[in-house]
């Protein structure tokens, strides 16, 4: 009898260990399930996020369209496209409609981002343009402070459409309200400008430091060739690259390395806004320090030594109050980094079509940068990313000295056309750089 309760005992425990072991393999089998359908969601999401930047960088050169096209008909064209393509990216329903409207975003978005700060560049002033440009550039971290509550506060409307396609449909609107607004108050440049009268534009022309009276509507080869064997275009270019590896990492990865430190995702996103806030403000600051000292390179060099310190900090640190002032040190120091690479790029090329091809190279250049940032925060490498924080702060340090090279250089060329040619006159009216560009006996390189 004794013999049978064990063996029924046996029996027992067998079928339960066997209904463990069932129980365990199908967790197991659906846990390997969930991680292959995870890491092809994230190879599809991988493609659609490249599939923008390959285009954005390949069509970087479209800044010569400013030149050669009327920017208030070019700039009301990409407005509208714009928009309907954003809200296109909310109405579609397989990958192939959404990689096909990422593909038209970034070529807009190519033909625009590097144009305005082109543009910009023939209305100012050498001084006067690196305030306006960090204005410009700043409003980027201004963007990224108000997406996430856009993003909250559309999420909670009640549709028959999921919120996704919602947040496209909505924020695609404004661009296409702000064609005709374009259309008709953007000016093609100052001798044009339909608000000002005579007098206003014969002054908007003659108070710039330079003229080219090559045609609008056409491209100076001169200038084209002389651009592409410039070495300042090079060496600014890859002050882009370092500076743009944080400007793309920062805006698609900061939400992430806040959610790591334990807070929730929506507090995470929360606790973005403060530091992209002072990002905004450090940009106008510094830029307008230099504007008025007359200095790009130290200028640059001090601002992307804020965001070395600040990267080191986040490479090495494990607490997280250290790691977010690391973040502030980071965002006040690259953003205004970049703006003023940028701004000294545009000062010392002379010429329009030299300054397109010097905006079109820095372009296509920095922006490769984009795809580094995007594999160096795995999900693997939280809840430090030690490997993204320190290539951030290897590429923020290389600013530094590039960027005092750069600045003794222009500073000896100066002293050398100084020799051979002798002080600029003073009050001798706009230097005339349609022919020779930035090698004008008269031009002075902005260190």
């Known amino acids: 009898m004794t013999q049978n309760k064990d063996a029924s005992f046996d029996h027992v425990e067998n079928m339960e260990t066997v209904k463990l072991e069932a129980g365990e393999n199908f967790a197991a089998e659906h846990r390997r399930h969930l991680q292959a359908l995870n890491a092809r969601i994230v190879r599809k999401w991988s493609w659609v996020l490249l599939s923008f930047y390959i285009v954005y960088t390949c069509l970087e050169w479209l800044v010569l369209c400013w030149k050669t096209f009327p920017a208030h008909i070019y700039v009301s064209i990409l407005c509208l496209l714009w928009g309907v393509c954003a809200m296109c990216s909310g109405l579609v329903h397989n990958m192939a409609g959404l990689i096909a409207c990422r593909v038209g975003l970034g070529a807009l978005e190519a033909g625009f981002g590097a144009g305005v700060p082109y543009y910009l560049s023939l209305c100012y002033k050498r001084h006067e343009l690196g305030t306006r440009l960090s204005i410009l550039l700043g409003s980027s ?19 028959h459409l999921e919120p996704w396609r919602l947040l496209f449909l909505i924020e695609g609107s404004p661009s296409i309200v702000m064609t005709p607004i374009v259309w008709f108050m953007l000016m093609d440049s100052p001798s044009t400008a339909k608000f000002f009268t005579d007098d206003e534009r014969t002054f908007a022309v003659e108070r710039m430091e330079t003229r080219d009276t090559t045609r609008k509507s056409s491209l100076s080869r001169e200038q084209l060739f002389a651009g592409l064997a410039d070495y300042k275009n090079y060496c600014h270019a890859c002050l882009h690259f370092c500076c743009n590896y944080s400007f793309a990492g920062l805006s698609n990865f900061l939400p992430t390395v806040i959610h790591e430190m334990g807070y929730d995702s929506v507090k995470a996103q929360g606790l973005t806004a403060p530091p992209y806030f002072g990002a905004f403000l450090s940009s106008i600051l510094v830029a307008w320090i230099s504007d008025r000292v007359w200095s790009r390179g130290w200028v640059l060099a001090a601002s992307a030594s804020v965001a070395t310190v600040g990267y080191a900090l986040l490479a090495t640190q494990t607490g997280t109050a250290a790691r977010y002032i690391a973040i502030w040190l980071t965002s006040c120091g690259i953003f205004p980094a970049l703006a003023l690479n940028m701004t000294w790029m545009l000062n010392n090329n002379a010429g329009d079509t030299k300054k397109g091809i010097g905006m079109s190279l820095l372009a296509i250049i920095g922006q490769c940068s984009s795809f580094l940032a995007s594999f160096m925060y795995p999900n693997s490498d939280a809840p430090f990313f030690v490997k993204g924080s320190a290539i951030g702060c290897g590429l923020s340090g290389i600013i530094v000295p590039v960027g005092l090279v750069l600045h003794f250089s ?38």
């Not at 971290?141 to 409307?157: E, F, R, V």
């Not at 100066?414 to 008269?442: L, M, T, Y």
């Open 410 to 447: 222009y500073a000896a060329e100066n002293r050398r056309r100084d020799r051979e040619f002798g002080p600029v006159p003073q009050d001798d009216g706009p230097i005339d750089v349609s022919a020779v560009g930035d090698k004008h006996n008269h031009f002075r390189l902005l260190t």
């Open 141 to 159: 971290p201004i963007a990224n402070c108000i997406a996430g509550a856009m993003a909250y506060g559309i999420t909670q409307i009640r549709s």
